[in-house]
Every structure is written in C-alpha cells, then in structure tokens.
C-alpha cells in the first residue's frame, strides 16, 4: 500500500500525527486490516482549512506521487481529538474517492 493521510487543519496545534503514523508502521488501528501488506507513506497533509477547501488538490497530487491509498485521519471523521467531527466530511470522501478512481481505497478514519 502507498498512503496517503490527509488530516484536519484545524487540529494541528493540538496533534502531530503520532497516532496516524504510528498506526500506519506498526499496523495497528484501522491498519491492522493490511497487516500482511507493507505500507509506505507518500505524504500527510491538511485539508487546507475549513471547508476542507484543497482536499481535492491534496489528494490528486497524493495519488500523482503514487498513493493507491488515502486515508481520512481520525480527527477528520471522530473529532479526534477536540470532540468535534468535521461537517464537511461527507464531501472530502466524496472529493478524495473521485481523485482515487476505482482501484484506489479510501479509509474513513485512522485510530480510534
């Protein structure tokens, strides 16, 4: 799997990632589904700040430097970890599936 993880712009102050990367190199979270399957990470960006205006760009250019893979990070999809899901979530899937094509997997959340 090449992976790519876009997060939540306004939860950056709060969290470096650690969950999400941790998650994707140990296989554990919402990755342990592909645990017989090596992972390489192709980048972690933001969505670009509310309404997750460059989630498009940010994936298309993911899937450019060889992402098959893009996972919506927790803080995204649960509100990790300020307790607040983003509303415009239901639009970065559809915006992320579009730029993946058919073969492409989008995970809806990294770690619990």
Do not use: W
């Not at 990070?73 to 607040?84: L, M, Q, V």
């Amino acid at each position: 799997m090449k992976l790519g993880i876009i997060r939540c712009q306004q939860t950056e102050h709060l969290c470096p990632g650690t969950k999400c990367l941790q998650g994707a190199q140990h296989h554990t979270f919402n990755f342990e589904q592909f645990k017989d399957e090596p992972i390489e990470l192709v980048g972690m960006v933001s969505c670009g700040g509310c309404p997750g205006k460059q989630v498009s760009a940010r994936a298309a250019e993911m899937v450019k430097r060889g992402a098959d893979t893009i996972a919506l990070a927790s803080c995204i999809t649960r509100g990790n970890p300020i307790g607040y899901p983003c509303p415009f979530q239901a639009k970065q899937k559809d915006l992320v599936r579009r730029q993946l094509g058919e073969n492409g997997r989008l995970l809806e959340y990294t770690h619990e």
